[in-house]
């Protein structure tokens, strides 16, 4: 399965937010703003300007307003797999044609894990714990569970019931194969992709 993924930094960005929400079609607007932070509202902005440009670049039609969103919020297109995933300043967008896609990208900086003891299995903290790294490595089985909900459409609430073979590049569920790589970052981000084939 071919993915594609755009990025961009926000902090090398030369035009407002004003300007940069301007190229969005109203409806996205008050979603924009809904933010409470300027970088998250930015980072969202970036995403869906990201996600123009990726469907120019696979020549369909980049009216935003024929998104259609789930259930669970998840926007969605009739053409193409896309999903969107920002942290920092860092934002990016994935495309597929070929099967849904979930991604995530985090930051890597200090957490205190008594607040995510309930979404990991005792197994997954076993090996969290006794890691070289186990910062890092909370951050790689974080972003693959984020980016399996995402492939999914899951809500957060999701994130118990999965659990992770450290081994394994593949996640079952409901007896269908889910695939997951790393992606390349820089070395203080961790990023993941889960894809249908």
């Not at 933010?35 to 969202?44: I, R, T």
């Not at 994935?94 to 849904?100: A, I, Q, R």
């Amino acid at each position: 399965m071919d993915i594609n993924i755009f990025r961009s930094q926000t902090g090398q960005l030369q035009q407002s937010f004003t300007q940069l929400l301007a190229q969005l079609p109203k409806s996205l607007h008050a979603r924009a703003l809904r933010y409470k932070s300027e970088q998250s509202a930015l980072n969202y902005v970036i995403g869906r300007l990201l996600l123009k440009r990726g469907l120019e670049f696979f020549g369909l039609d980049n009216d935003l307003e024929q998104m259609e969103f789930q259930k669970n919020g998840k926007p969605v297109l009739a053409e193409i797999h896309f999903n969107i995933a920002h942290t920092d300043q860092e934002v990016i967008c994935g495309f597929s044609k070929e099967g849904s896609l979930g991604l995530d990208l985090e930051k890597i900086k200090p957490i205190d894990f008594g607040n995510f003891t309930a979404l990991f299995s005792q197994k997954e903290w076993t090996i969290i714990k006794s890691a070289a790294d186990p910062i890092r490595t909370f951050y790689w089985f974080w972003t693959r569970k984020e980016a399996i909900i995402k492939a999914l459409g899951r809500s957060l609430n999701f994130l118990h019931q999965i659990e992770l073979d450290a081994s394994s590049d593949q996640f079952i569920t409901d007896g269908k194969p889910w695939f997951l790589r790393d992606m390349i970052a820089e070395q203080n981000f961790v990023g993941a992709v889960c894809c249908e084939a």
